[in-house]
């Protein structure tokens, strides 16, 4: 099923698309130059808002875990792209321990897990999960939606190693983004590999450190194929640790956001755009969807001060470091259902994606809300490589081309991120 956009083809992002389009060539070449001198994160999945005028990326996550929204037709894919990554850092690997999230998991999350090992699986491991949680003390079936059985276990650490009883693996798989840290038992594993690296983990990751590092990749990617950056780049600036409730919090995400919107209308007046520009207020750090905040007008900020009414509700933003970025709109609709691309890469590779639809959600919101819905983006398959020349719907193979392109950049700048903030890389420095 593909989205229509209610925004025509046509204007900037159909520039846009015939600048890619015609620099194919070019555009891999400069991927595989970047992936020679820079290593990929081993998964993510990277938020595309594609406002018809404008595609960009609004959020990469380092742990992702929607697995099982992908087509199976997409499977292939994964699995090629797991073997390569495998052979790449390990190659005489086995044995891959997958150590998930902690707490209570919620059936969607299992079925995602239980995909992500298949992947693996496939690939040619022996994969099982080890849980860091100090709560799992014995090995626990987990029922799946499908009724089949998930078999968690205790990771246990030996000196320099973390694995199962009687299963001693080369790598570790973190698909749990630590949002309140690294745990001892995952720390000074000198003999394993850990993927993705601790500095990833949600206490330690900045979004704002990430879309710094986007801005600049999107910079040279412009230079490279004669286009605006602004096209595929989300304004963004940051207040760093404010409590907005308070009088000089309040006043730098006031001086912040009235400044970033000034930037978005000029834009918009450039390119005679006639939407009302917005913001997304959100923490620079914790999982995507949590403590966000729209804004149209410096006015709406006025509902983030405490009042007697408001006594003791939760605030929209919580206190600590802000990112305020340019919001884009979802210009796509899923049957009058605002959709947005989700693309999933491992490796260097896209493997898969889905639309998050919500309907009843504005084009200006975030999709990351109760009653939201998933359809799978059909990558695989020779009917959508990219077609040069194609209008209307024979354009739909462009446009999945166009998102594996954003998608990467972001990978692309998560992992300069990863690099600008590896200890023993600031150390040797």
């Not at 059985?149 to 694995?163: D, M, S, V």
Request: charge should be negative; charged fraction near 25%; aromatic fraction near 8%.
């Amino acid at each position: 099923m593909v989205p229509h956009l209610i925004t025509a083809l046509n204007g900037p992002i159909n520039e846009l698309e015939q600048r890619l389009l015609d620099a194919t060539p070019v555009i891999e070449r400069w991927f595989r130059l970047e992936w020679m001198e820079h290593t990929p994160p081993v998964y993510c999945a990277v938020d595309i808002r594609n406002a018809g005028f404008k595609l960009a990326p609004v959020d990469t996550s380092l742990y992702p875990d929607g697995w099982h929204n992908l087509s199976p037709d997409t499977l292939p894919l994964a699995v090629q792209a797991a073997q390569a990554a495998i052979e790449k850092i390990c190659p005489e690997a086995h044995n891959l321990l997958i150590v998930p999230e902690s707490g209570k998991l919620p059936p969607y999350y299992l079925a995602s897990l239980a995909r992500l090992g298949e992947i693996f699986s496939m690939a040619g491991l022996n994969v099982r999960y080890g849980s860091v949680d100090p709560a799992l003390k014995r090995a626990t079936p987990m029922t799946l939606p499908d009724g089949r059985k998930l078999t968690l276990e205790p990771a246990l650490r030996q000196r320099f190693r973390l694995g199962l009883k009687h299963f001693d693996p080369c790598t570790i798989l973190l698909n749990n983004d630590l949002p309140t840290g690294a745990p001892g038992i995952l720390e000074d594993l000198h003999e394993q590999y850990l993927l993705p690296p601790l500095q990833a983990g949600g206490a330690v990751r900045r979004k704002s450190r990430h879309f710094q590092c986007y801005e600049d990749v999107s910079k040279r990617f412009g230079k490279l194929v004669g286009i605006d950056p602004w096209l595929i780049n989300p304004l963004f600036a940051t207040c760093g640790e404010i409590d907005i409730h308070d009088a000089c919090g309040g006043e730098c995400l006031r001086s912040h956001v009235d400044t970033l919107l000034g930037k978005i209308r000029r834009k918009y007046k450039e390119y005679g755009i006639n939407e009302k520009p917005f913001v997304v207020v959100k923490a620079d750090h914790g999982p995507r969807g949590m403590g966000i905040m729209t804004v149209r007008d410096v006015k709406d900020l006025a509902r983030l001060a405490p009042t007697p009414t408001r006594a003791g509700e939760p605030s929209p933003v919580p206190p600590g470091e802000v990112i305020i970025q340019e919001g884009v709109l979802a210009g796509e609709r899923i049957h009058d259902a605002v959709a947005e691309p989700v693309v999933y890469m491992i490796d260097r590779y896209v493997v898969g994606g889905f639309y998050r639809i919500h309907a009843e959600r504005g084009s200006d919101d975030s999709l990351c809300a109760p009653g939201t819905r998933f359809v799978p983006l059909p990558f695989a398959g020779n009917a959508h490589l990219p077609r040069p020349g194609a209008k209307g719907e024979a354009a739909t193979p462009n446009r999945f081309y166009m998102y594996g392109v954003i998608a990467r950049l972001a990978m692309a700048a998560a992992s300069y991120e990863l690099e600008a903030t590896d200890p023993e890389l600031q150390e040797v420095e």
